[in-house]
């Protein structure tokens, strides 16, 4: 299994990001998906999550502001960052996991993290 993350940066308060990771070795249709993030000194985060059937899930820090999402046909899920706010630095992993009645759960598989900085 290999997860390939990208897309991370610099962007000012307000703004947006679009994070994809590439999923390989994996049979990408019938996989839970996720994004974590882990800002500095803190414990990594369940950010937002999509099962197999296409429920989402996210941090209530979070709602209404990002969207998570996956292309099937190129086996890549994507998280889209809108309204970023300085509170959202973090280095993002995308995470391979399962679900168990519909609430996801991480497997040890993770992409090698991007960094989100938002500051002005």
């Known amino acids: 299994v290999q997860l390939q993350a990208s897309g991370g940066g610099l962007v000012q308060p307000g703004g947006s990001l679009r994070l994809s990771c590439a999923a390989s070795g994996i049979t990408f249709s019938i996989s839970a998906m996720a994004w974590y993030r882990q800002a500095p000194g803190k414990q990594r985060d369940l950010v937002a999550s999509?099962?197999?059937?296409?429920?989402?899930d996210y941090a209530d820090s979070v709602k209404g502001r990002f969207t998570i999402s996956r292309d099937i046909a190129k086996n890549t899920v994507h998280l889209q960052m809108n309204t970023l706010k300085p509170g959202d630095t973090a280095v993002y992993y995308c995470?391979?996991?399962?679900?168990?009645?519909?609430?996801?759960?991480?497997?040890?598989?993770w992409g090698q993290g991007t960094l989100v900085t938002v500051s002005s």
């Open positions: 999509i099962l197999s059937g296409g429920q989402t």
């Open positions: 995470n391979l996991g399962y679900s168990v009645r519909y609430q996801y759960r991480s497997l040890d598989y």
